[in-house]
Nanobody
Framework: QVQLVESGGKLVQAGGSLRLSCAAS????????MGWFRQAPGSEREFVAG????????NYLDSVKGRFTISRDNAKNTVYLQMNSLKPEDTAVYYC?????????????????WGQGTQVTVSS
């Protein structure tokens, strides 16, 4: 089992920045690829960013490329999502997820463990 707890979501103005954190506990964190997903009201959950086990490779949703950066600190069992130049359409609940073989996938079903989510609201 891997337990994931997100934090850092809040209300921010358009153009602002936020850093989300996801703290992991349980099994060896470095054995898991990690991802961030988001879900807006009335929409399906969508992939935002992913990072490989060691952090050397990342992938992103096209609409966040150049604005969001995913990173991880395996010594702290934590994955981060730095979000810059935020837009109202980034408003959603953001979830982190872990999967041993999930790197490169954008499908939620490939990630086995999920956090409870943190709300990000971007006002215009």
């Amino acid at each position: 089992q891997v337990q994931l707890v997100e934090s850092g979501g809040k209300l921010v103005q358009a153009g602002g920045s936020l850093r989300l954190s996801c703290a992991a506990s349980g099994r060896t964190f470095s054995n898991y690829a990690m991802g961030w997903f988001r879900q807006a009201p009335g929409s399906e959950r969508e992939f935002v960013a992913g990072i490989s086990w060691g952090g050397g490779s990342t992938n992103y949703l096209d609409s966040v490329k150049g604005r969001f950066t995913i990173s991880r600190d395996n010594a702290k069992n934590t994955v981060y999502l730095q979000m810059n130049s935020l837009k109202p359409e980034d408003t959603a609940v953001y979830y982190c997820a872990a999967g041993r073989r999930a790197y490169g996938s954008t499908r939620a079903e490939d990630f086995r463990y999920w956090g409870q989510g943190t709300q990000v609201t971007v006002s215009s």
